[in-house]
């Protein structure tokens, strides 16, 4: 039977950027957006574009969010980033516009081999789609492309593809239920009295 050995693990192929920017990004990410201080959302919208994410308009994020590399982050207009939410992406992560990551949730793009001997680091993109909800405490698996508007409950676990609309629970999620989305109460027609 082979054993691992990890003091033969080798991840120098992979290079995320300059040393001088990801040092200056973890100082910048851990006095503003790590913070628990309540600094503005434009404030953190902006040091992200700075560092090379692609952030829309009208995004909101919370306290203690983390963001691993922000170069390999892009959040579409109006979604919302909730606090203690960990994006570690070693692979580019795409949040589409209108989704909302709820709190403590964490986008996972880095896994190892566990069938290597040395452990291999393997790292795969994370894309999540228009009107989708990934629910508080869970957990989104490296390669996964959550389709337009799925929801994804709280303290579920959810790799692979996915299907639009659908709601998935558990550990592994599973398909429960079609998400179906009423009118909003200013589209409805008028009744009379």
């Not at 203690?84 to 795409?94: K, R």
């Not at 909800?133 to 508007?149: C, D, N, Q």
């Amino acid at each position: 039977m082979t054993t691992v050995d990890l003091s033969r693990f080798d991840n120098a192929w992979y290079r995320p950027g300059a040393t001088l920017k990801r040092t200056l990004w973890v100082l910048v990410n851990a006095w503003v957006l790590k913070s628990d201080l309540p600094y503005p959302s434009l404030l953190k919208a902006a040091l992200l574009r700075v560092f090379g994410a692609r952030v829309g308009r009208g995004v909101v994020i919370k306290p203690n969010v983390n963001v691993k590399y922000p170069w390999f982050l892009t959040v579409g207009d109006f979604a919302w980033i909730g606090e203690g939410v960990w994006i570690d992406n070693l692979a580019p992560v795409s949040i589409g516009a209108h989704v909302c990551i709820s709190q403590g949730a964490y986008l996972l793009t880095g896994n190892h081999d566990y069938t290597a001997p040395y452990f291999d680091l393997m790292i795969a993109p994370i894309e999540i789609g228009d009107g989708a909800w990934v629910g508080a405490k869970s957990i989104v698996l490296p390669g996964t492309r959550l389709e337009s508007h799925v929801v994804v409950a709280a303290g579920s676990v959810i790799g692979g593809k996915t299907e639009p609309y659908g709601i998935y629970r558990g550990c592994p999620a599973q398909w429960v239920r079609r998400r179906v989305i009423r009118p909003a109460a200013d589209a409805l027609p008028e009744t009379a009295p």
